[in-house]
């Protein structure tokens, strides 16, 4: 008998291990090809460092580049081999300044408006409506710019003062397009800020409007900050706009009402023409290509990290 | 008798600061306001273009070419193509066969052809929706003056005539066709490559990684890769897709290569580049989606005997998939409108037949809208504005369907 049931421990014991230890191999299988998904996306980054550094590489190393002069001439003219960066790094700048000029204010008053002052009814229109301007694609914008800006900016100051290409239209329909990415980062920051903040400001006899500038934005200031960052970011790598309303020659000036073009309309530019691979057009394009990914690469580290550091947990 | 108590120094500024107030209100609502007056400049400039007079001369009068009394709009095919035989280059004429044999032409093809060759209606002026509805008068009188040969003809540059016909250099005769099917098929792939890919990338990071360097390196790599600028992914499609891939992209491995072009600027580059541009906003939305089903599902799961995957399959899924469409579909809509990768990776510039399979040349609305744009004479405008409105009402209802399935499947649990 003790023989009989020991046996059949054993046999009970070996079966339940195997069930134990059973390696399903379809669930392993389906766990690998996630982890490859996952993993999908590094190779992407990579494929981006490693291509464009690749052709940048082969530019800087071409006879008349040189990477000292390309980061301090202000001439960029391929076919004398001036390749100075600065009029279209100029001419990005100037379109991202006054974009945020735009944006930055008119945004964040429509979040302070939105959060702090809004009815239920009125933020419910109003956010479809800034989702709407947030889902237009670029390209119109920049048929806007051609065709209602342009010609705005010129009766206003004048068609001799106004080239029909120039980056003040540019730019500001660039804030047009920036606003309502602008306005709900800022709104879900200031969202974030717990009502009793508020009320204990309310109760100490502050008026709402000192609440809202006083208590809530300082409160919600890393938010902000990443937010502004964020659209920076955005503003430096926007193409269609610039590429249609700001002009198409690199022009180093300081005048928004000329026309210049900008490293992402440069590239546009370049590469919509007939383009031979291994010509010193072609690799200029990764070269700027390149700059343009570290650029809003760390602007997008650096919001990451300021959120992370300085945003204030209540509770 | 009760006495008022008043606090010093309390209430002294309480009304500037109330009046404060009020400004800073009326400032903020003003700057609402800014911005859906914005809205509506942009809606209204583009309605205002896309309708209007148009002043037009014929090179070769249309009733001069009637046959035998048979006016040129109903004349058959076989007349027309005669015409076109007797009227054009024997060059001319042998290429337009080349590129589609007559045989094969539709008679309003071939209609078009003789109107865009023969005919060729000049564009001497246009005008804008709202001059043409107030200044009517004006304008007929100042063109009988200036252009007697000129007539006058309310276009509506938007109409079914103009979704489909195929791309033209004249502006008469140009549409949209060529443009619309070569965006659904650059669709088509994209989806084809980040739908998989960007979901099975959600559920691995959701469901089975844990909190590892790698793990979380791969969470932020995605969250940065949002934010990079549409142009750096097209030249990445341009080195990898266009040239390092060229005999995948160009059909060459498979032997369909396109006689015309034989290099990877084709459909399939383009779906991919812009696969790579959407992969990561459809992870994000799908890993909402799936973090918020409740874990008290996945633990049911688990309670009667399921396996990871078999829970995942079965339950996270199904009720993720509402919220994994939606953002996939937000994703289609961004997809449509970017235009920049799709310059870069390389689309034509002059194509007037529909792509018809992967390894062909392509081009989009918004590439068709930026050429137009680009063009300085005025017709070109007013046929952008016509393309936006189709690409605008294709997004609308997108988006539309969009909040529908939020709606309809937001389950409270």
Same mark, same amino acid.
Request: proline share 5%.
């Given at each position: 008998?003790?023989?009989?049931?020991?046996?059949?421990?054993?046999?009970?014991?070996?079966?339940?291990?195997?069930?134990?230890?059973?390696?399903?191999?379809?669930?392993?299988?389906?766990?690998?090809?996630?982890?490859?998904?996952?993993?999908?996306?590094?190779?992407?980054?990579?494929?981006?460092?490693?291509?464009?550094?690749?052709?940048?590489?082969?530019?800087?190393?071409?006879?008349?580049?040189?990477?000292?002069?390309?980061?301090?001439?202000?001439?960029?003219?391929?076919?004398?081999?001036?390749?100075?960066?600065?009029?279209?790094?100029?001419?990005?700048?100037?379109?991202?300044?006054?974009?945020?000029?735009?944006?930055?204010?008119?945004?964040?008053?429509?979040?302070?408006?939105?959060?702090?002052?809004?009815?239920?009814?009125?933020?419910?229109?109003?956010?479809?409506?800034?989702?709407?301007?947030?889902?237009?694609?670029?390209?119109?914008?920049?048929?806007?710019?051609?065709?209602?800006?342009?010609?705005?900016?010129?009766?206003?100051?004048?068609?001799?003062?106004?080239?029909?290409?120039?980056?003040?239209?540019?730019?500001?329909?660039?804030?047009?397009? /920036?606003?309502?990415?602008?306005?709900?980062?800022?709104? *879900?920051?200031?969202?974030?800020?717990?009502?009793?903040?508020?009320?204990?400001?309310?109760?100490?006899?502050?008026?709402?409007?000192?609440?809202?500038?006083?208590?809530?934005?300082?409160?919600?200031?890393?938010? /902000?900050?990443?937010?502004?960052?964020?659209?920076?970011?955005?503003?430096?790598? $926007?193409?269609?706009?610039?590429?249609?309303?700001?002009?198409?020659?690199?022009?180093?000036?300081?005048?928004?009402? $000329?026309?210049?073009?900008?490293?992402?309309?440069?590239?546009?530019?370049?590469?919509?023409?007939?383009?031979?691979? *291994?010509?010193? *057009?072609?690799?200029?394009?990764?070269?700027?290509?390149?700059?343009?990914?570290?650029?809003?690469?760390?602007?997008?580290?650096?919001?990451?990290?300021?959120?992370?550091?300085?945003?204030?947990?209540?509770? | 008798?009760?006495?008022?108590?008043?606090?010093?120094?309390?209430?002294?500024?309480?009304?500037?600061?109330?009046?404060?107030?009020?400004?800073?209100? &009326? =400032?903020?609502?003003?700057?609402?306001?800014?911005?859906?007056?914005?809205?509506?400049?942009?809606?209204?400039?583009?309605?205002?273009?896309?309708?209007?007079?148009?002043?037009?001369?014929?090179?070769?009068?249309?009733?001069?070419?009637?046959?035998?009394?048979?006016?040129?709009?109903?004349?058959?095919?076989?007349?027309?193509?005669?015409?076109?035989?007797?009227?054009?280059?024997?060059?001319?004429?042998? @290429?337009?066969?080349?590129?589609?044999?007559?045989?094969?032409?539709? +008679?309003?093809?071939?209609?078009?052809?003789?109107?865009?060759?023969?005919?060729?209606?000049?564009?001497?002026?246009?005008?804008?929706?709202?001059?043409?509805?107030?200044?009517?008068?004006?304008?007929?009188?100042?063109?009988? @003056?200036?252009?007697?040969?000129?007539? =006058?003809?309310?276009?509506?540059?938007?109409?079914?005539?103009? &979704?489909?016909?195929?791309?033209?250099?004249?502006?008469?005769?140009?549409?949209?066709?060529?443009?619309?099917?070569?965006?659904?098929?650059?669709?088509?792939?994209?989806?084809?490559?980040?739908?998989?890919?960007?979901?099975?990338?959600?559920?691995? =990071?959701?469901?089975?990684?844990?909190?590892?360097?790698?793990?979380?390196?791969?969470?932020?790599?995605?969250?940065?890769?949002?934010?990079?600028?549409?142009?750096?992914?097209?030249?990445?499609?341009? %080195?990898?897709?266009?040239? !390092?891939?060229?005999?995948? !992209?160009?059909?060459?491995?498979?032997?369909?290569?396109?006689?015309?072009?034989?290099?990877?600027?084709?459909?399939?580059?383009?779906?991919?580049?812009?696969?790579?541009?959407?992969?990561?906003?459809?992870?994000?939305?799908?890993?909402?989606?799936?973090?918020?089903?409740? #874990?008290?599902?996945?633990?049911?799961?688990?309670?009667?005997?399921?396996?990871?995957?078999?829970?995942?399959?079965?339950? &996270?899924?199904?009720?993720?998939?509402?919220?994994?469409?939606?953002?996939?579909?937000? %994703?289609?809509?961004?997809?449509?409108?970017?235009?920049?990768?799709? &310059?870069?990776?390389?689309?034509?510039?002059?194509?007037?037949?529909?792509?018809?399979?992967?390894?062909?040349?392509?081009? !989009?609305?918004?590439?068709?809208?930026?050429?137009?744009?680009?063009?300085?004479?005025?017709?070109?405008?007013?046929?952008?504005?016509?393309?936006?409105?189709?690409?605008?009402?294709?997004?609308?209802?997108?988006?539309?369907?969009?909040?529908? =399935? +939020?709606? #309809?499947?937001?389950? @409270?649990?």
């Amino acid at each position: 008998m003790v023989v009989l049931s020991w046996k059949k421990t054993l046999e009970h014991k070996a079966s339940v291990s195997n069930l134990r230890r059973k390696v399903r191999w379809g669930e392993t299988i389906i766990q690998g090809l996630l982890f490859f998904s996952g993993f999908f996306s590094i190779f992407i980054t990579l494929g981006i460092v490693y291509e464009l550094g690749k052709e940048a590489l082969l530019f800087f190393q071409m006879p008349e580049v040189n990477l000292l002069a390309t980061l301090t001439t202000t001439e960029w003219k391929p076919h004398i081999g001036k390749f100075g960066i600065w009029p279209l790094l100029n001419a990005t700048l100037m379109t991202t300044l006054i974009a945020m000029l735009i944006a930055i204010p008119l945004g964040m008053a429509v979040a302070i408006y939105l959060s702090e002052y809004a009815k239920p009814r009125v933020r419910n229109t109003l956010k479809p409506i800034l989702e709407v301007l947030a889902g237009i694609p670029t390209i119109v914008y920049g048929y806007f710019a051609l065709t209602f800006m342009t010609p705005l900016l010129r009766e206003i100051f004048g068609r001799d003062v106004v080239q029909i290409y120039n980056t003040a239209s540019a730019g500001l329909v660039m804030g047009i397009l /920036i606003l309502p990415l602008i306005t709900s980062m800022t709104e *879900d920051a200031l969202s974030a800020v717990p009502r009793a903040l508020r009320e204990a400001a309310y109760g100490m006899g502050a008026t709402k409007l000192e609440v809202a500038l006083q208590i809530v934005v300082p409160a919600a200031l890393s938010g /902000i900050a990443a937010a502004i960052i964020v659209g920076i970011s955005r503003a430096i790598g $926007e193409t269609m706009i610039v590429a249609v309303a700001a002009g198409a020659g690199p022009n180093f000036t300081l005048n928004p009402f $000329e026309g210049a073009e900008t490293l992402t309309g440069h590239i546009v530019r370049i590469s919509g023409g007939d383009l031979s691979y *291994d010509s010193i *057009d072609y690799n200029s394009i990764f070269a700027l290509g390149l700059f343009l990914f570290l650029v809003t690469l760390t602007l997008n580290i650096i919001s990451q990290a300021i959120v992370r550091r300085f945003r204030e947990v209540y509770e | 008798m009760k006495e008022k108590v008043v606090v010093e120094g309390f209430a002294d500024n309480l009304d500037a600061r109330n009046r404060k107030g009020m400004i800073w209100h &009326v =400032l903020f609502q003003a700057s609402t306001v800014i911005g859906i007056i914005a809205l509506i400049a942009l809606m209204l400039n583009i309605i205002n273009g896309a309708f209007g007079y148009v002043a037009y001369e014929a090179r070769v009068d249309p009733d001069t070419l009637a046959v035998d009394g048979v006016p040129l709009t109903d004349q058959s095919k076989d007349q027309l193509v005669a015409l076109l035989q007797s009227t054009l280059s024997s060059g001319a004429y042998n @290429k337009l066969e080349n590129d589609k044999p007559f045989a094969d032409r539709s +008679r309003e093809e071939v209609y078009q052809l003789v109107l865009e060759r023969i005919v060729r209606p000049e564009v001497v002026q246009v005008w804008n929706l709202w001059p043409s509805l107030t200044q009517a008068d004006e304008i007929r009188t100042t063109l009988a @003056k200036e252009h007697p040969e000129a007539e =006058l003809d309310f276009v509506s540059w938007l109409s079914t005539d103009f &979704v489909s016909r195929p791309q033209t250099s004249e502006p008469f005769t140009a549409g949209v066709r060529t443009a619309i099917l070569g965006s659904l098929w650059t669709i088509l792939f994209t989806i084809l490559l980040a739908f998989p890919i960007g979901v099975g990338a959600a559920i691995y =990071l959701e469901e089975y990684a844990s909190d590892t360097w790698l793990n979380r390196l791969i969470q932020t790599n995605i969250n940065n890769l949002a934010g990079v600028p549409s142009i750096v992914y097209g030249i990445l499609g341009l %080195a990898i897709f266009v040239r !390092t891939l060229e005999p995948l !992209t160009s059909g060459e491995v498979f032997g369909l290569v396109d006689p015309t072009t034989a290099n990877g600027r084709t459909v399939l580059s383009a779906g991919l580049t812009l696969g790579l541009l959407v992969l990561p906003i459809i992870i994000i939305n799908a890993q909402e989606a799936i973090r918020a089903v409740p #874990r008290s599902l996945r633990n049911a799961s688990f309670g009667v005997g399921a396996t990871k995957w078999q829970t995942v399959w079965s339950h &996270v899924l199904p009720n993720a998939m509402p919220g994994i469409l939606t953002g996939t579909i937000l %994703a289609i809509s961004r997809a449509i409108g970017e235009t920049a990768p799709l &310059v870069v990776v390389g689309a034509s510039t002059a194509i007037s037949f529909d792509p018809s399979s992967p390894f062909s040349k392509f081009t !989009t609305l918004p590439i068709q809208i930026y050429q137009w744009t680009s063009r300085p004479q005025d017709e070109f405008r007013s046929l952008a504005a016509a393309t936006i409105l189709v690409l605008l009402i294709l997004l609308l209802s997108l988006n539309a369907s969009a909040v529908l =399935l +939020r709606n #309809r499947f937001s389950r @409270k649990y």
